[in-house]
């Protein structure tokens, strides 16, 4: 069943709103959300990195205008930061008329006592400006050229994601992340998961295999959605160039091992594979085109805009439901159907 999403809410504030901010963060967390700020900035400067990094993981950015706030440059540098990024801005001014630009992004009014906070501030509230911001504004896009960028960018922002929070990882893929192999760059196991005449350098091995690392981490936290094809045996447009299926199979094998029930949803794709997606719980999206030939994934993009990655999310839900039902279950559990899937298929290989 698809885990509920929640909403990342950027609050930002004068130091000297601190009241009135607290009041509204508690009021968003009651309402379910996921409230991001300068309590998460370890630097503790305004404006740092990780300050900018939030706000582009925002599903809305919520600055609280006051007459104190509005002496205080960093909240309109933040307000602009996010406005550049597409991020859906949802002003709100306390006891105070809306001005300028803050009036143009149709701020939402609240009494000095704040006593309208709950019935102006609702779910309903939030998610139109999250809708009215994918309708709105395009998202920004950083691009990977080929697969040693892009998985230096996979594992940079599943990182990234590890040390602001946790978050569930869904991924569409021939076999995952989690056929590549957990070993040492020098190990014989890498030429078994490789095709003879595609052999990868230790270098790249060493960094696809952080990438494994990283997101089990994110799995082990947070918990998974995948969706595979464990039936490809060489790549598309090039059946001269097999692929070392088994040995992958067996490792997604292991990994379905080492898992319960509650961490995993898994479906099985039977129809061509086109793309794979890689998610991180509204965190960040990364979406390839499968790869036509061999060498690894081609133009990857990848993006924190938080309406979009909702809405690819929504997709991928009923990818999945569809997916499961290519599975086999008499009674058990996804996890453990395909288990018994793979095993079948990879004694159809050995023979």
Known sequence: MPHKEKIRVFVSYARDDKDVA????????????????????????????????????????????????????????????????????MPVTVGIEPEGLVHDL??????????DLPSKLTPDALNFAIDKGLAKGSPIYVFAEDLQER????????????????????????????????????????????????????????????????????????????IIKPTIIAHPGHPQHP????????????????????????????????????????????????PLKPGGYQKTVFTRHGPTIRKRVRDFDQELQDAQQNVPRNGKSSRAAVIDMLTKIIRGLKK
């Not at 508690?26 to 740092?48: E, Q, W, Y």
């Not at 949803?265 to 061509?272: C, D, I, K, S, Y």
């Open 22 to 89: 607290k009041r509204v963060r508690k009021h968003l967390r009651s309402l379910g959300v996921t409230v991001l700020g300068d309590h998460h900035n370890k630097a503790a400067k305004p404006f740092a990195k990780q300050i900018q990094d939030l706000i582009a993981n925002s599903h809305v950015f919520l600055p609280i205008l006051t007459k104190i706030s509005k002496r205080h440059p960093w909240v309109h540098q933040e307000i602009g930061y996010a406005v550049g990024l597409n991020v859906p801005v």
């Open 243 to 290: 692929l070392p299926t088994t040995s992958r199979l067996e490792r997604i094998r292991e990994f379905l091992d080492d898992l319960k029930d509650s961490d995993i949803e898994v479906g099985v794709f039977e129809a061509t594979l086109g793309e794979n997606v890689t998610i991180v719980d509204n965190w960040f999206l990364a979406d390839a085109a499968f």
């Open 106 to 115: 149709h701020a939402l009014e609240l009494r000095a006592n704040l006593k």
């Open 151 to 226: 998985t230096t960018l996979l594992r940079d922002y599943a990182e990234s994601v590890l040390e602001s929070g946790r978050g569930r990882l869904k991924q569409i893929a021939g076999f995952s992340s989690f056929s590549i192999p957990d070993v040492s760059p020098r190990d014989a196991e890498w030429g078994l998961h490789e095709s003879p005449d595609h052999q990868r350098s230790e270098s790249l091995r060493k960094l696809l295999r952080s990438e494994r690392k990283t997101l089990t981490k994110i799995v082990k936290q947070g918990g998974c959605d995948l």
